[in-house]
Nanobody, 123 residues
Framework: QAQLVESGGGLVQAGEALRLSCAASARTFHSYVMGWFRQAPGKEREFVAAISWIGGSTYYADSVKGRFTISRDHAKNTLYLQMNSLKPEDTAAYYC????????????????WGQGTQVTVSS
């Protein structure tokens, strides 16, 4: 069964950086769009970034554009999210997902989800 497992979350101060990883258990995802989403307490889950696994096209939410970078390593079956210049408002649980969405921001069209990793940014 295909699985996604995130890691790399933690507690950092504003302005610092973190890199999240998402290990995929199967080559199933090689034809999919891979995305990062986040959910803060009391808020809905929101789109952060996405990448097409084969072509490498990238997409970002306006709130993270210029600070976050999504990438993937084919050989390691791993998705990454490099987060620089972190802000307190980036505090959330971060989830990776895989699917074939009509639009990369359409959360319900992602078929596979990881368990999430917590990112906390202190001011």
């Amino acid at each position: 069964q295909a699985q996604l497992v995130e890691s790399g979350g933690g507690l950092v101060q504003a302005g610092e950086a973190l890199r999240l990883s998402c290990a995929a258990s199967a080559r199933t995802f090689h034809s999919y769009v891979m995305g990062w989403f986040r959910q803060a307490p009391g808020k809905e889950r929101e789109f952060v970034a996405a990448i097409s696994w084969i072509g490498g096209s990238t997409y970002y939410a306006d709130s993270v554009k210029g600070r976050f970078t999504i990438s993937r390593d084919h050989a390691k079956n791993t998705l990454y999210l490099q987060m620089n210049s972190l802000k307190p408002e980036d505090t959330a649980a971060y989830y990776c997902a895989a699917g074939e969405p009509r639009l990369v921001t359409m959360i319900r069209e992602y078929d596979y989800w990881g368990q999430g990793t917590q990112v906390t940014v202190s001011s």
